[in-house]
């Protein structure tokens, strides 16, 4: 998980917001000082034994807020999605992880998705919202 030094600082408006990616790797027990979010889709796709067991923990513990965005931004990202012909290629925690990320970006922060969802990270690419991939090389400019 190198390169996620430059997100902690307490003074930091940058958050994460955690897909499905991020909890199989377990991102949500080595990052500090920097607020992780992720959305209800994403944790009902976390299944296998190891990654729920980490999850349960985290959350135990309180080191990432589970949120669903609001109406306006689910919209807003179906809107998007469509516009841009990906619809069929995302999934329900997908759009929970974009609207997600154009809600918190509204309300003044700075969101850097976990994901390793090329067609996402594509989307994200286009609404100029930072990503960072997990166990894949992520997409290219």
Not at 7 to 25: C, M, Y
Not at 97 to 106: H, Q, R
Request: zero cysteines; glycine letters at 4%.
């Amino acid at each position: 998980m190198q390169g996620f030094t430059k997100f902690s600082g307490h003074n930091s408006p940058k958050v994460i917001v955690l897909d499905t990616a991020a909890f199989l790797a377990a991102v949500q027990l080595q990052l500090y000082n920097i607020t992780l979010y992720t959305a209800p889709a994403v944790i009902d796709e976390v299944k296998d034994y190891e990654s729920r067991v980490r999850l349960e923990f985290a959350s135990m513990v309180e080191r990432f807020l589970v949120k669903a965005p609001e109406a306006k931004y689910f919209s807003e990202a179906l809107e998007m999605v469509k516009k841009l012909r990906v619809l069929e290629k995302l999934s329900t925690a997908d759009l929970q992880v974009l609207a997600l990320s154009l809600e918190l970006k509204d309300r003044g922060l700075e969101p850097v998705v976990i994901t390793d969802d090329y067609i996402l990270q594509r989307v994200l690419i286009y609404i100029g919202i930072d990503f960072r991939a997990v166990k894949t090389m992520g997409v290219k400019l």
